[in-house]
């Protein structure tokens, strides 16, 4: 089988790495890349099973992403979906497998195939509590979802009208790159195509240049202008479904902002035609620590040892 090759690929995900840390970006776009090989370097192994951790929060987003999921893939296939009940303790089952295989490190062998959790790979004092808030927080948003107008409307709908729901490796081309763009769901409602976009982190950031790319993608994939397309936000914390505006200006804007990161990203390159970077001292590391203590990379990262100790120092309530 022909090697996998690194294309270089556009992702908000992408763009928020390289501002975040440019070493962080380093090992998740090139470092880690052929570690999933046997015979693969160790270091270069190690980053591969590293990139793949979640943190809690990650993990809490991914099981009620797929779990939604789901129920919109039964919709749109006209079965019915699930009492809530039901799907709640199907999720806090997996949730449960997941924890207990992460424990127990399966995803060493098998990163793809085990979730990993960031808090058990760094040994991190977790009180139970925190655990149990996590399942608690997966109830509360699956429960919003299913209580929500949203829901009840994309319920009533068609099985036609489901444009596509949580389709893997979606993407459009701007510029010649490709961009990666994955909706949780698009649906058409009288004249208008409506792209839903489900948030289980904290309300306040502002997602609208990850909502425009859906617009730009959905005007390349289903040839649609932007007036013929809505964009909705819905924070399943308990927040209110907020719509984005689809303006000229604003794709305009969006589209200079990715040309802008494109150019950022192809300057640690040393060959960009065969996206080969720099060496791996060209990437920075930051001096920020909070963006260090949520980083998968700690243990093979240089500043690793100035940030673990402390957060491996047992909360100051279980020290007295
Ligand atoms: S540990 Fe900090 S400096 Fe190192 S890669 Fe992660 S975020 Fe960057």
């Known amino acids: 089988m022909a090697r996998l090759e690194n294309e270089f690929a556009w992702s908000i995900s992408r763009d928020k790495r390289l501002r975040a840390c440019a070493r962080q970006y380093w090992f998740q776009h090139y470092g880690m890349w052929h570690g999933w090989e046997d015979g693969a370097p160790q270091r270069t192994r190690e980053a591969y099973v590293l990139s793949k951790l979640k943190g809690r929060a990650a993990w809490v987003g991914i099981r009620v992403h ?15 979906v699930l009492p809530v009940d039901e799907i709640l303790k199907i999720v806090r089952g997996e949730m449960r497998t997941d924890f207990a295989n ?15 959790l960031f808090e058990h790979e760094y040994d991190l004092p977790v009180p139970d509590v925190e655990w149990k808030r996590s399942a608690e927080l997966a109830d509360e948003c699956l429960r919003n979802f299913y209580a929500s107008e949203t829901f009840a409307r994309l319920r009533s709908l068609p099985k036609e009208a489901f444009v596509e729901v949580e389709e893997k490796r979606t993407h459009f081309t701007f510029e010649g790159v490709k961009v990666w763009a994955s909706l949780d769901c698009a649906v058409r409602e009288a004249d208008a195509t409506i792209i839903y976009d489900w948030k289980t982190g ?32 819905y924070n399943l914390r308990g927040g ?12 305009e804007s969006v589209q200079a902002y990715i040309r802008g990161s494109i150019a950022d990203m192809r300057a640690l390159l040393e060959e960009s035609a065969r996206n080969t970077p720099r060496p791996e001292d060209a990437f920075a590391t930051t001096d920020d620590d909070r963006t260090c203590r949520r980083c998968n990379y700690l243990k093979i990262c240089p500043r690793g ?3 673990l100790p402390a957060m491996r120092a047992p909360p100051a309530h279980d020290t007295v």
């Open 202 to 233: 904290d309300a306040g950031e502002n997602h609208s240049v990850q909502l425009t790319c859906y617009a730009l993608y959905g005007s390349q994939a289903w040839s649609l202008p932007p007036d013929k397309m809505r964009l909705v936000e």
């Open 66 to 80: 797929e779990c939604i999921a789901r129920s919109l893939q039964n919709l749109r296939r006209g079965q019915e």
């Open 102 to 116: 992460s424990r127990r490190r399966h995803y060493r062998a098998a990163p793809k195939k085990y979730v990993g």
């Open 305 to 307: 040892g100035q940030i």
């Open 240 to 251: 209110q479904p907020r719509e984005y505006g689809i303006t000229p200006k604003e794709i």
